[in-house]
């Protein structure tokens, strides 16, 4: 059973950047297709970002807006999403899932491993 496990999350100013991480255990990395999806308190887990098993297919949510870029490391076994000019609605705890096909999925369902999620703070 694969497991993801995230880190990076921490608190930033309005604006500032980060680099989330999530790295697979349990499989074979180059297997699957990965995505980053979000939820702030009393809200629903949303989509942000998926990349495609190799790396060369990615997509992303709107709201996103050229912001964050997803990519991955086939050979380190990691998986990235670099956040720029974040705002507070941004605020929220940032889950790794997992589908063992290669292509990008953008819908919940389709992912069958999650990890527990790093939370990000982005203050005024």
């Known amino acids: 059973q694969v497991q993801p496990a995230e880190s990076g999350g921490g608190l930033v100013q309005a604006g500032g950047s980060l680099r989330l991480s999530c790295i697979l255990s349990g499989g074979t990395f180059s297997r699957y297709a990965l995505a980053w999806f979000r939820q702030a308190p009393g809200m629903e887990r949303q989509f942000v970002a998926a990349i495609s098993s190799s790396g060369g297919s990615t997509s992303y949510a709107a709201f996103v807006k050229g912001r964050f870029t997803i990519s991955r490391d086939n050979v380190k076994n990691m998986m990235y999403l670099q956040m720029t000019s974040v705002q507070p609605e941004d605020t929220g705890g940032y889950f790794c899932?997992?589908?063992?096909?290669?292509?990008?999925?953008?819908?919940?369902?389709?992912?069958?491993?999650w990890g527990q999620g790093t939370q990000l703070t982005v203050s005024l």
């Open positions: 899932a997992a589908r063992v096909f290669p292509e990008v999925k953008r819908e919940r369902a389709d992912f069958a491993a």
